[in-house]
């Protein structure tokens, strides 16, 4: 099926979370190559947002930027009411901001650490998750639609002695996904995860280990960490109307991890 375009401007709006680096700025620039119009979430970095919109402008597609912290319910709302009034009714949502905590053992983690990661990781998606499918399934008068979530192989592997909060949210994630895709099967919305292993981003820094890519890299099984490119082409993929069969998925994008 033709992907739906209204004369030169496409009808797929795409929301990406934490959209300023990383993994969702390579979403972002992706799906505009792809058509998408594209709302760039962010919280701090506005100097990056404005470069992944000049980049999407450039490719020839339209970006709106949204500066909103997508832990706060609050923020999500004015959030999508700028997305309604600015571009429209949503079509797709990358949920992708993500946070890992600092670096370390259970018994030497700060609860307030723990409770921002649980706030965001997983509150926060499914929050934001619950107001894109009041746009788009066929059961709130939407056109349906597609999610995907940002899963990591930590769900499974555990992250033992680096932050097992983070990999359990990301355990949430896993579940959320299918339950999520489950429900929505009827009302015309798909919903699928990712999960990436180890990616060259800024969250190993921001984690308090920079050098953590180049320690781990050769213990991969493909001997190399992953670029957010290669994990955005699994997005892209599960968002378009080639998944057309796909829901309740979770395509590792790890390397062989
Ligand atoms: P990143 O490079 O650290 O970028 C994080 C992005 O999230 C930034 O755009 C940041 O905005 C935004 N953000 C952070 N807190 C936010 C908040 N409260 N509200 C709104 N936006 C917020 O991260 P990444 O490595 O690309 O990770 C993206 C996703 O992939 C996360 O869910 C992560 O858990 C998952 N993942 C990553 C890896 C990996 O190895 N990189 C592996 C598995 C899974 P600012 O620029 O404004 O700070």
Not at 7 to 33: E, H, Q
Not at 40 to 68: P, R
Not at 121 to 137: C, F, K, P, Q, Y
Request: net charge positive; charged share 20%; hydrophobic share 45%.
């Amino acid at each position: 099926m033709p992907e739906a375009t209204v004369g030169a401007m496409t009808k797929k709006i795409l929301l990406v979370t934490g959209a300023s680096r990383g993994i969702g700025a390579a979403v972002a620039l992706a799906a505009a190559r792809e058509g998408y119009r594209v709302a760039i979430n962010y919280v701090s970095d506005h100097k990056a947002a404005e470069k992944v919109a000049a980049a999407i402008e450039k490719a020839g597609s339209q970006a709106l930027i949204v500066k909103a912290d997508v832990a706060r319910e609050a923020e999500i709302n004015r959030l999508f009411e700028e997305i309604d009034k600015k571009l429209g009714r949503l079509t797709h949502l990358v949920n992708n901001a993500g946070i890992v905590g600092r670096v370390s053992r259970l018994g030497a983690a700060d609860p307030a650490m723990i409770r921002q990661v649980i706030d965001l990781n997983v509150t926060g998606a499914i929050l934001v998750a619950r107001e894109a499918v009041r746009r788009m399934s066929t059961a709130h008068g939407g056109e349906g639609g597609a999610i995907v979530n940002l899963s990591s192989a930590a769900a499974t592997l555990g992250s033992p002695g680096e932050f097992t909060w983070y990999a359990a949210s990301k355990g949430a994630i896993d579940s959320f996904t299918l339950g999520l895709a489950r429900e929505l099967a009827k009302d015309g919305v798909r919903v699928n995860a990712v999960s990436p292993g180890l990616i060259e981003t800024d969250i190993h820094a921001s984690g308090g280990e920079p050098d953590r890519v180049a320690r781990m890299g050769p213990l991969i099984p493909m001997q190399r960490a992953g670029t957010a490119d290669e994990v955005a082409e699994a997005i892209l993929w599960l968002l378009s109307d080639k998944a057309s069969y796909v829901t309740g998925a979770n395509i590792r994008v790890a390397g062989g991890r």
